[in-house]
């Protein structure tokens, strides 16, 4: 394996040189992420000691971040499976309840949480399949070629591991890497306090055979110990694992991808000069400030005292040759040069990154129309929801390539599902479709009548009751059953677009209109146009539609005869002995 030793080597000298983008622009890979952390956490790149002065970090860096996070933020809620051609219904139901639950066990809102919070600091997010899990990437320790359009199209792909001897060896141990304690026997006699270990993915030359393989290397000790985790040197390795292996186990998710490099563009980057200029005037004007303070005088006198504050005492008579002056200290610049400074240059990173007051959720300057604002917020969270619907065709992906082929493993096998609120609703009605045919057969075959609607009305409400006295339901899943269930998977990305009183408004409104309609839910025409409605308000038909009032079911309806529809807005004609409009929404 000595090619190999000698490869790693110069890919790690070739990641840490600049490549350049277009003419005039160079760019680094592992200067831009440590950039970025130093933003992101109020650090100059350079210290923050000038000539003995303490320079002060004017952060605009961080809020952008937070607010680009909040836009962007996918949670586990959005994610929904839905059937697919020739799929059942009720399968997929239970199925995502399945997922609802195992998202849970697995804390996958943590991953997305996690997504959305990175995104906006490095432009890109790497996560690595591990068993059945996703562990995050620390692109610090991440090497690819920097000019790479993707992961897959990178030449090699190397992460560095920093191991404590106890850890490296349990791992070894575990993992039945090669040489371990030929390592730990190294690492005995240095003065480095981690044991650095390389896994590289890529092509490796094997009897004039090329292979993808992952091959893990460990790093040499040498007598100085490296603090830093980016310098890396390699002068002799010993090799504790290789795989031959079809592909690397890594995913990407980019925010703003540039053309002629791997790294996605982040906020710190994006608003570079920004904080730079920003900070200049900040320290400008504390400077100005220290020199403000002083008060100085001068005179010709030799003989006067030197210092006036320390030396004088109240009703001395100062006798001297030359007049004491004052010196002036005054700031030339004035207090309106520096605010508009400092606006010019925030007004600019809320332009780079859309995160208007609006937005951030402060008050809008006085006199502002409110039309304006609501003008200014939507088109600021259209800028987002374009990025949002970007990073949901991201996690699409994911999901169908880390996250369910594993799911499916565990929805197969039998398991207990938990049905609770809103769910119960749907579930209800599931089984009152069935319970209620059985018992008006029964009541026919008993009585040898049919039930009037009052009858029916009253076996409608003791079955619910029955059925949501319990509260929550165990439900368990037999072996196999969601076994092959053809399902598509949909994420929602406009549900934090809406405002809440507006969304309020519209569930007052979708409720009335299927009261007075209930064909808005039955004729498959109307129910489409109906769900666009709905849509647009950031409202979910299928969330809403099992509570929705249904009107008792006609004897007709029981022998295959169409259920009259209604029509127009009025409402229908209350049926004698059937629950009132105000009933009816009551118990919705």
């Known amino acids: 394996m000595k090619n190999i030793k000698s490869k790693i080597q110069e890919e790690l000298q070739e990641f840490d040189r600049d490549i350049t983008i277009i003419d005039n622009w160079n760019f680094n890979q592992r200067r831009t992420i440590q950039q970025a952390i130093l933003y992101f ?44 051609p020739g799929g059942s219904s009720i399968k997929t139901w239970f199925l995502q309840r399945s997922l609802k639950n195992w998202f849970k066990r697995k804390e996958f809102g943590k991953v997305l949480n996690r997504i959305a919070g990175e995104l906006p600091v490095y432009g890109s997010v790497v996560l690595k399949k591990v068993k059945d899990d996703v562990k995050f990437v620390n692109l610090k320790n991440f090497i ?24 490296f060896m349990k791992l070894g141990k575990e993992k039945k890497w090669d040489n371990v304690k030929e390592i730990i026997d190294l690492y005995k006699g240095s003065k480095e306090q981690y044991i650095r270990v390389f896994e590289r ?3 490796c030359e094997e009897y004039d055979e090329l292979k993808y393989k992952m091959i893990l290397v460990a790093d040499i000790p040498t007598d100085i110990k490296l603090n830093k985790q980016q310098e890396i040197e390699i002068n002799e390795s010993i090799v504790l694992a290789s795989e031959e292996i079809e592909t690397h186990p890594y995913f990407e998710i980019h925010m703003f991808k540039i053309p002629g490099r791997w790294l996605g563009c982040g906020i710190p980057e994006l608003l570079e000069d920004p904080q730079i200029r920003l900070n200049e005037v900040t320290n400008q004007e504390a400077r100005s400030s220290y020199w403000a303070s002083k008060r100085l005088w001068q005179t010709r006198d030799p003989g006067v005292k030197r210092n006036l ?28 040069t520096y605010s ?10 809320q332009e780079l990154t859309f995160s208007y007051d609006v937005i951030r959720g402060q008050r809008t300057p006085a006199g502002t129309p409110l039309g304006s604002a609501q003008l200014s917020a939507s088109m600021s969270l259209s800028y987002f929801d374009q990025i949002k619907e970007n990073i949901a065709l991201d996690i699409k992906s994911l999901l169908y390539s880390f996250i369910l082929p594993s799911f499916e493993k565990y929805a197969s096998k039998e398991h207990i599902i938990r049905i609770a609120g809103e769910d119960i609703d749907k579930l209800s009605e599931m089984i009152l479709d069935t319970r209620e045919r059985k018992r008006f057969f029964d009541f026919i075959l008993k009585t040898g009548k049919i039930p009037s609607p009052e009858e029916r009305n009253i076996m409608k409400e003791i079955l619910l009751q029955q059925i949501k006295g319990k509260g929550e339901f165990m439900i368990k899943i037999d072996n196999g059953w ?17 405002d809440a009183a507006t969304q309020a408004s519209n569930l007052i409104q979708g409720l009335q209109a299927i009261a007075q309609n209930p064909g808005f839910l039955q004729d498959p025409t109307q129910k489409k146009f109906f769900a666009k409605y709905l849509e647009s308000g950031g409202i979910n038909l299928y ?43 009551l118990r919705v």
């Open 144 to 167: 690819c070629e920097q000019n790479a359009d993707t992961l897959d199209q990178s030449n090699y792909i190397i992460e560095q591991h920093l191991y404590t001897p106890i850890e």
């Open 543 to 585: 969330d809403m539609e099992a509570s929705a009032p249904r009107e008792p079911l006609s004897v007709g309806a029981e022998v295959g005869t169409p259920t009259p529809m209604g029509g127009g807005i009025s409402a229908p004609q209350q049926v004698r002995g059937a629950p009132s409009l105000r009933e009816r929404t």
């Open 201 to 203: 993915y890529g092509l």
């Open 340 to 349: 508009a400074q400092t606006e010019k240059w925030k007004a600019n990173t």
């Open 309 to 336: 504050l320390g030396k004088s005492k109240d009703g001395d008579i100062l006798c001297v040759d030359e007049e004491i002056n004052p010196v002036p200290m005054e700031d030339r610049n004035t207090y309106a």
């Open 41 to 84: 956490n109020s650090k100059f790149v350079d210290g923050d000691m000038v000539d003995g002065f303490k320079q002060f970090f004017f952060n605009v860096v961080r809020p952008a971040c937070g607010t680009t996070t909040k836009a962007i933020d996918i949670d586990t809620k959005d994610i929904i499976l839905m059937t697919a």
């Open 482 to 498: 969601l076994k092959d269930v053809h399902y598509d998977v949909d994420i929602a990305i406009t549900d934090e677009s809406v």
